[in-house]
């Protein structure tokens, strides 16, 4: 039986979306401590698509089941874990996109929600911040997802970001979500 569709994200209220990460039961992937067993053959894309021997991973739903077992090891790599495996993943950037946002209130009352290219929903606050890099070929901003792992935030997303750090008139600009503060500026 397939899994039933992700809730509409423009439909949702940001205590709905709250609700819904919290009631989300991903699996103990910290606590598990397999063999390495060698490589997945996949990689994860800059743009959050998902490639297994070079082809691109067709079905989301594959997708949203490996991005629940995937772990940031202390060193930085990324591994698909199973209570008896461990493989590496090769990852080019984050191994999310924030592809929505979803705003309620202004200023510092402000709540920003993201949903991810997996359909994962985050809430932004002091336990999933927000940080900005300066890169060559531009900014680029980070949403802290879980366990070291983080979400590229998609240049739609940036710019919606953009303009409500304008419209807070704050120095330096940046926005606020859950009370916490987030400069725009490069850490």
Excluded at 27 to 45: L, Q, T, Y
Excluded at 143 to 167: D, F, P, T
């Amino acid at each position: 039986m397939p899994a039933p569709p992700p809730p509409d994200f423009a439909n949702l209220s940001l205590t709905d979306i709250a609700r819904l990460a919290q009631e989300k039961r991903l699996p103990p992937v910290d606590k598990w401590n397999p063999e390495h067993c060698g490589h997945s053959d996949m990689r994860i894309a800059r743009d959050g698509t998902w490639f297994h021997q070079g082809s691109p991973i067709g079905r989301i739903a594959m997708v949203r089941l490996f991005s629940t077992i995937l772990r940031r090891e202390p060193d930085g790599r990324h591994v698909l874990v199973t209570p008896v495996e461990k493989l590496d993943i090769d990852v080019e950037d984050a191994p999310f996109v924030a592809v929505e946002l979803k705003r309620e209130g202004e200023g510092r009352a402000a709540k920003l929600a993201f949903r991810l290219n997996t359909d994962e929903l985050v809430s932004a606050d002091a336990d999933h911040g927000l940080r900005f890099e300066q890169r060559e070929d531009g900014p680029r901003p980070y949403l802290h997802v879980r366990g070291g792992m983080e979400a590229l935030i998609a240049r739609s997303v940036y710019n919606e970001l953009a303009q409500i750090a304008l419209a807070n008139d704050s120095d330096p600009p940046g926005v606020w979500s859950n009370g916490a503060f987030f400069p725009m500026e490069p850490a």
